[in-house]
């Protein structure tokens, strides 16, 4: 009996104190909002407009943190007793006219209330556009144009889509209505009644316009579900049962919203437009006995999706995920052993809905340790007597979060490695959005159809996906450079050898923002944030280097609508000198934006940007030409960069990694297992 | 007793099946050369050279198997009483001479012994290297300068260094021997003596040129050690104890050497030069039941590494690790848990020796299921009623194989997906070649010093890593076209809509190999391989993609002697018609080449390729600028590419994936875990 009970104690033990600690946090400054903040910051805006009769009247489009100035998160950092002022950033729509409010939460009170007078448009509640598509199939014109069809309005289905900016002096609030026909499938993306223009008005919340057209097909139903419930044989290929297990729980500990793991520190919060944000990731330098500071704030800033469709109906099919829908408002609950592996743990988020009221989405994030079979380094002597091989096995910290925008699912990663890496990855799955012809084969197409015929009847449109990060790193100190470490061929000249060339490296620090543009892959060179400040030992400032992913080029006009909007994608590497303001590449109001205030704006400025504290904006990007395996749904396709520490430590930061103890697996008994402790096998631990 | 006896009894009879498997398993056209076939090969070449006397008269440079025909190898698939002939490629040499021989294995003879005549020399004989050095070792002027030094014997250790060519008529076979002082550290590579010129005769195995220079520093050891028994704290970071377990064993078959996994079935080979071969990778289609062909051979042809340090002493550092040291000759065994993960099955690999006798590599390959904690696809779809969420978890299967080439390991991955694609990677790690300076600051660096001072007295000297793939893919049969798919802008002249832009695409197969060689990054393409005779349903040309990883531009001006041989980097992209004598792509013996037998030579002869049996070639690259983290020992950096299929299935392949039981872990008594059979937890299993 005593040695079952023992593990018993010890899984008590470990939860206790796990809810210990969560209890006893205190508020972080880069908290996001918490429930009973988000209600007040409600009560707040409310009774300062009392006015207000209606819902519609007036809407909470985003309520989030107002970041606290740098140097105030820093001097909380050095003391806890220094508090930063609290407040919130809340955007309404109020009687057509988009307010930005900044409320003191400490005070209870609005610091500032201005009308935008810009030219974008606030970011859509789910509400509203719940309200639209609702509306849309209560609209009579409508139901008779379904009923001329011969469909069954219980399987129309409607999605709201953003309609951009062509060059209109002032844009309203207003976006398209797509319907779809579901019957026979879950796969509503694939079936578009695509013959149906429906412009709904946002503040009126009323048709504005409604045209019917000719009748075009209507994809089949045929093969477009993915349920596994509702899909016919054959079925394969057979997985195998699998599973990432871990002794002993989580290896990382999470006090609030700080993440502890291995030699890293991290704040994790979560917000309605960007969704995950790291903040603070500061690494253990084991030599200067202290954590390092490496990134101040890294998050997806914006994600832009233009369709290459030109003609009346697509045109203006280009999205910005982040500005337009928010990646926190459509991040869904994960699914855990699948979404994040058997030993993850989950968070849960919460955003204002349109009245201001706090609302859950469970399993908004989840933290897992990833053991994917990589080799941490590893190497074997065997010019030296006495069998000498070292290997250590990689482990890194995963922080992730799935975007379902509409019919795409972006699975964002950040990954954080011993090594000191930060890695940011995305994974694209989901539907396709098509375009319905009347084509069964390919040899029918004779125009230009703007996509592949993945199936009969179904085009998958062009497009492309660019998603920038922002990333504030603050290498050691938040006084940085941008360096461009070139690699230009020589010709041998020492006359004593018969080597005709070599490459060597002409370090360049760039001085101001336009010679941080850059397009990757037209010279090599190498990327990194140095601190000048500060130097190794050896007399290198200290730094981290950009490992690009995939990096594509733009292919739009550059003065073409959407691509003014996304100028973002114009460069793949921006630096900009920190501004608490240039938060989102597209700027801040980006629905139906003119492009008057996007990171291509800023720069033009051209700002010192040498020995400053420093912005990176990197923009990855893919050309997608959709193929038949992309048919019903999407294999994930994945990419990612590296941010790698570069003469920042004096030697590898991982030599003197201490290993796992080889314990034979499982290690613990079954009676433990329901405990989610000792053995966390069985399924999702929760901690918040 | 008997809920327990149960999984014992399945366990044992999973063994016996697999023992019976394996046992009873025919010998493929395609599997490496067995020990008794080594036997064989070196009766039969010594017989047919009986005046030999002396060992290093005869010796064994490469004992391989010859490719069969691969006409004749799919008869064999289609029906197995077709065996083609088996032979062996024996690559000798005798009397100064190298030889390529060809012996029947069933016939017991030689075929053909002919006199190889071109400009290079066989690959290097483990043997041989070892006694170089053994005889530098015991060179009386050598142990002169040592001890003129005040440098301990016993602490000296010997390495080979193959010298190039640079231009002479005729090469020697000869190579230098860099000594290095391990007095306090097993880092032998970051300690050389570096003033000491030895060149040693191989054929006549006597030192040729002896050189003892001005004395320079040697770096001192502190800070070098790697092995943690040796380390001094502070360490860390801990990692937590963390492994992928496995119910119901190994997730795939291994019947001799063909695997069967999932939706997969291939053929693995260990060849002493190139280590991991898979051949024939066919994927079963749902929807045509049936395998289809998809690779028939692939493998790392060549790994070029250019130094870039013209001066004497350096300028010839450039090695061919494939050709001239082979990359199974220098597969080193794979520890248990830590190359490869706990659910990870181990093979032995065997090579001739310069005798020609069978030496085993144990654990030279490993195979492992991987679940990184991705997800293969995924999508939520929130606008219908139903909570409808599918989500299926990536799992995909794994050949490792390290090559620890002197100082650097080479971990390399071939990574096979249930969606289709074949990913390959190769992660670099282990020591950096450095050369010893008296600086101690970079700040004291005022000349080149072609490199970077990664600690005092140090420079990681800069280099490349150049590695070709050979991809002979038969996607669906061996007459294949080499598709460009072009990303280009068009103006919009519809005069309907206001967008300016959009892009399309534009097919081009490329007609013959000049048009074939691509250097990626400067147009927008996609580019993949076809079959123009088999076509889907809907009528595109069923294909596989190239998803280029890490591509890097060759930097030394093109007619540099190491660039001539390394030519393959020329271009990041190349395709052939198959020839079977065609397989390295730097040419058959490289040692010291002259470059006139590479993949540029014979691509020159722009050899039609459209509707052919074709051959592609990939050139992945890193520019290495060592930084202070890479010292002692690198974190390893990635890279790979990814095959993908391109409207070669009729719809997503993994649609209807069956997604593993979701039984809880662990689902397996104890007493199960030591078979290593239904729960795989306790380390390697081994089928060979």
Chains 1, 2 share one sequence.
Not at 416 to 439: F, H, N, Q
Not at 492 to 516: H, M, Q
Request: charged share 20%.
């Amino acid at each position: 009996m005593a040695s079952t009970l023992k593990p018993v104690l010890l899984c008590l033990l470990f939860s206790f104190v796990l809810i210990f600690r969560l209890s006893s946090s205190i508020q972080h400054p880069l908290d996001h909002l918490t429930p009973a903040e988000f209600n007040m910051v409600r009560t707040i805006v409310k009774n300062a407009n009392p006015s207000t009769t209606t819902t519609y009247n007036l809407t909470f489009q985003y309520v989030g943190l107002d970041d606290p100035d740098k140097q105030a998160v820093y001097l909380w950092q050095s003391n806890p007793e220094n508090i930063p002022p609290r407040r919130a950033h809340v955007v309404t729509r109020l009687n057509k006219q988009t307010h930005d409010i900044i409320i003191d939460l400490s005070k209870r009170s609005i610091v500032s209330d201005k009308v935008y007078e810009g030219s974008g448009l606030p970011i859509l509640s789910l509400d509203e556009q719940g309200a639209a598509t609702e509306l849309v199939l209560a609209y009579a014109p409508f139901k008779d144009s379904v009923e001329r069809r011969g469909l069954n309005m219980s399987d129309v289905v409607c999605s709201t889509f953003t309609i951009g900016w062509f060059g209109e002096k002032k844009s309203k609030r207003e976006f398209k209505v797509n319907c779809f026909y579901t019957e026979g499938t879950a796969n509503m993306f694939l079936r578009p009644i695509d013959d149906i223009k429906i412009l709904v008005d946002l503040d009126e919340m009323r048709v504005s316009q409604y045209l019917d057209r000719e009748i075009t097909t209507i994809p089949k139903a045929e093969g477009t579900e993915y349920r596994l419930s509702h899909m016919k044989p054959p079925f394969g290929p057979r997985m195998n049962n699998i599973a990432t297990v871990t002794a002993g729980g989580p290896g990382f500990t999470l006090e609030g919203n700080t993440v502890k793991w291995a030699n890293w520190e991290f704040h994790l919060a979560f917000d309605a437009r960007v969704g995950p944000i790291i903040s603070l990731a500061s690494i253990y330098d084991l030599e200067q006995h202290k954590y390092r500071r490496v990134l101040y704030r890294g998050y997806v800033s914006e994600l832009y999706v233009p369709y290459q469709d030109p003609r009346e109906g697509w045109y203006q099919m280009s999205f910005f995920d982040n500005g337009e829908y928010g990646f926190g408002l459509t991040a869904v609950p994960l699914e855990p052993l699948n979404d994040c592996p058997a030993n993850a743990v989950f968070i849960d988020g919460y955003l204002a809905n349109q009245d201001g009221l706090p609302v859950k989405t469970s399993n908004a994030l989840c933290i897992f340790e990833r053991h994917a079979g990589d080799i941490m380094w590893r190497h074997t002597e065997s010019q030296l007597p006495g069998d000498i091989r070292e290997v250590r096995p990689e482990v890194s910290l995963v922080v992730r979060m799935v975007a379902t925008v509409g019919n795409y699912d972006y699975i964002l990663d950040w990954e954080l490695k011993p090594s000191g890496s930060i890695k940011s990855g995305v994974g694209l799955t989901g539907v396709l959005e098509v375009r319905p012809v009347t084509y069964t084969n390919a040899d029918q197409i004779k125009e230009e159809a703007h996509g592949t015929l993945v199936a009969e009847n179904t085009i998958g449109v062009y497009h492309d996906h660019f998603i920038n990060y922002y990333l504030d790193l603050d290498i050691d100190g938040d006084a940085n450079s941008f360096v461009k470490t070139n690699l230009v061929t020589k010709n041998n000249t020492n006359g004593k050898t018969p080597r005709k060339s070599y490459w060597t490296v002409e370090k360049e620090t760039v001085k101001t923002e336009l010679d941080a543009r850059i397009l990757l892959g037209t010279k090599p060179m190498e990327l990194s944030l140095e601190n000048p400040n500060k130097k190794t030992k050896v007399g290198h400032p200290v730094g981290y280097r950009l490992l690009p992913g995939f990096f594509t080029v733009p292919l739009l006009a550059l003065d073409d609508y959407p691509q003014i909007r996304g100028a973002f994608s114009n460069y793949n590497v921006w630096v900009t000198p920190y501004n608490k303001s240039e938060k989102w590449a597209a700027g801040d109001h980006v629905d139906r934006s003119h492009g008057d205030d996007t990171l291509l704006t800023w720069t033009n400025k051209n700002r010192p940007i040498e020995n400053k504290d420093i912005v990176l904006w990197y923009t990855m990007g893919i050309h997608h030409v959709p193929c038949q395996e992309d048919f019903p749904l999407m294999p994930t396709v994945s990419g990612g960069f590296e941010l790698r520490p570069t003469n920042f430590f004096e030697y590898n930061p991982v030599l003197k990694v201490i290993p796992p103890e080889q314990v034979p697996w499982p290690n613990c008994t079954a009676k433990c297992v329901g405990f989610g402790g000792l053995l966390n096998l069985n399924g999702p631990v929760k901690l918040n």
